[in-house]
Nanobody, 121 residues
């Protein structure tokens, strides 16, 4: 099993910044893609950004130029630096990781519990 624990959420004023962290622990042989999703009340969950094991990244159009995803593979941790935050960024942000427990097992998808980000004056 693998646990994903997010941190770094909170209340911030428009234009402010936050840095989210997500640490994976447990039986981990390899982690492929790690990503951040968000879900606002009454809306569907959407992919905010992801990063592959090779370092390739992809972003939701509305956060391009403001958010940066990165990872520390040695620590099995992914980060999301969020700058110039807007009220529409308010949501529950959840971490996702695609993990192998051993070389012979398939990839499994894991989710964290989420961390709330609220952007308000």
């Amino acid at each position: 099993q693998v646990q994903l624990v997010e941190s770094g959420g909170g209340l911030v004023q428009p234009g402010g910044s936050l840095r989210l962290s997500c640490a994976a622990s447990g039986t981990i042989f390899s982690i492929n893609t790690m990503g951040w999703y968000r879900q606002a009340p009454g809306k569907q969950r959407e992919l905010v950004a992801f990063i592959t094991s090779g370092g390739s990244t992809n972003y939701l159009d509305s956060v391009k130029g403001r958010f940066t995803i990165s990872r520390d593979s040695a620590k099995n941790t992914v980060y999301l630096q969020m700058n110039n935050l807007k009220p529409e960024d308010t949501a529950l942000y959840s971490c996702n990781a695609v993990v192998k427990h051993s070389v012979v097992l398939p990839w499994y998808n894991y989710w964290g519990q989420g961390t709330q980000v609220t952007v308000s004056s």
